[in-house]
């Protein structure tokens, strides 16, 4: 693509470096289609068997699920310093967990992936929470891009 005389280039990631980004992001977002509307909300996740699995209260998001299941997942990373930015989006069927003990095994792995998470409920010490709603989403298809950096300014998120 062309801005202004510069060729501005964006790179696919191959699948693996695209589940390697969302299984280590923080911070992911959940878009769900609310009463046909898109809604978007930030999630803490975690990804467990070829699936993204999220524990929440009860609300809207979880109200959209269950009217119509199919969602996306996107997690981002961006470097301040360089301008370098990755993105994975996944897609697939939402389920509301019913299995205590699955569910349980979520929420263990939630808490040792945000152990350290400074104010976090889920920090040692503070009590185990109970299961809440758990959201299981198998990834059906999942892609990623990156910045370019061929011969040209890199793109920035948003920016084609």
Same mark, same amino acid.
């Given at each position: ?13 191959? @699948? ?16 769900? *289609? ?6 978007? @909300?930030?999630?803490?996740f ?17 109200? &959209? %699920? ?21 993105? &994975? %989006? ?10 205590d003990?699955g569910?349980?095994? %979520? ?8 152990? @350290? ?16 709603v758990?959201?299981?989403?198998? %990834?059906?298809? *999942?892609?990623?891009? &990156? ?7 890199? @793109?920035?998120?948003g920016?084609?």
């Amino acid at each position: 693509m062309t801005r202004n005389g510069i060729v501005a280039l964006m790179q696919d990631l191959t @699948t693996d470096q695209a589940r390697q980004l969302l299984s280590e992001a923080m911070v992911a977002h959940l878009g769900v *289609i609310d009463h046909g509307e898109p809604y978007v @909300t930030p999630i803490s996740f975690v990804v467990s068997d070829n699936a993204i699995c999220v524990r929440t209260g009860g609300g809207r998001r979880v109200d &959209a %699920i269950a009217d119509n299941p199919r969602v996306c997942v996107e997690a981002s990373e961006f470097d301040v310093d360089s301008g370098n930015w990755q993105s &994975a %989006i996944a897609w697939g069927e939402a389920e509301l967990m019913e299995d205590d003990a699955g569910a349980r095994d %979520i929420v263990l792995a939630l808490m040792d992936k945000y152990r @350290t998470s400074i104010g976090s409920s889920l920090s040692p010490g503070g009590s185990f929470p109970g299961a809440g709603v758990i959201i299981r989403i198998p %990834i059906d298809r *999942i892609t990623g891009r &990156a910045s370019g950096s061929f011969f040209s300014v890199r @793109t920035r998120p948003g920016r084609l």
